[in-house]
Structures are given as structure tokens and as C-alpha cells.
Nanobody, 134 residues
Framework: QVQLVESGGGLVQVGGSLRVSCAGS????????MAWIRQAPGKEREIVAA????????YYADSVKGRFTISRDNAENTVYLQMNSLEPEDTAVYYC???????????????????????????WGQGTQVTVSS
């Protein structure tokens, strides 16, 4: 059973940067695709970024492309999300999730496929709040 613990959220001004981390324990971290999934009040969960087990397939939502970078260090059992040029619309609780599914960036652009991928997540972190103030 994999346990995931996020850290690094907080309050930042518009245009600022944050890096959130997700540390895994209790399982084989490298066998999972990892994703950062956010949920803002009154909105559905959204896959912000996803990375397959070895980092050679990566997906970004259009809303964060060019501003966010996902990476992973399997030796440290950690996945990161570097967030730059933050906007008020990025305010949400950010969760990391571990899935045995694959990361197909083109497929993840489909809302139905992305929803199914979210439901395939087997292990969730507790979430970390990111608030961008204007």
C-alpha cells in the first residue's frame, strides 16, 4: 500500500512561483504513473499534469502548459510540480495520485478519458492548498 504525502503549498501573489512535492512510501513508487490533480471550490477535479513511470511521457493541461513542470525522482520516491507565473485561477487543493494506467497525452485531452484516468488512481495524497492572491 503506497502512502503519498504532499508538501509545499501555500499563499503566493499573482506571478509568483511555488513547488509542491509528493513523497511516496510503503510500495514500489516507480511502477506507478503519477499525476497532480487539482480541485477548486465548485469545480470538478482536473488533471494538471501527469508523468509516466520513467518520465518519458508527460501531459499538461492547456491551462498550465508553459508555466508548470512535472518531474519525478524514483530514487527518492518523489514527484514534483514546479508552478511559475501563477494566476488566481490556479487556486485549488492540489492532490498527487498514483495510477497503474499509462500516460497518453493526446488521450488525456479528452474529458471523458481524463475522468476515467482520475478514477484509475489507486493512491491519493491528502492534498495541499495553493492560493494565488491578486
Amino acid at each position: 500500500q503506497v502512502q503519498l504525502v504532499e508538501s509545499g503549498g501555500g499563499l503566493v501573489q499573482v506571478g509568483g512561483s511555488l513547488r509542491v512535492s509528493c513523497a511516496g512510501s510503503g510500495g514500489t513508487f516507480s511502477r506507478y504513473a503519477m499525476a497532480w490533480i487539482r480541485q477548486a471550490p465548485g469545480k470538478e477535479r482536473e488533471i494538471v499534469a501527469a508523468i509516466n513511470w520513467n518520465g518519458d511521457s508527460i501531459y499538461y493541461a492547456d491551462s498550465v502548459k508553459g508555466r508548470f513542470t512535472i518531474s519525478r525522482d524514483n530514487a527518492e520516491n518523489t514527484v514534483y510540480l514546479q508552478m511559475n507565473s501563477l494566476e488566481p485561477e490556479d487556486t485549488a487543493v492540489y492532490y498527487c495520485g498514483a495510477s497503474t494506467g499509462s500516460v497518453f497525452p493526446l488521450n488525456l485531452r479528452s474529458s471523458s478519458y481524463a475522468s476515467a484516468w482520475i478514477h484509475s488512481v489507486k493512491h491519493w495524497g491528502q492534498g495541499t492548498q495553493v492560493t494565488v492572491s491578486s
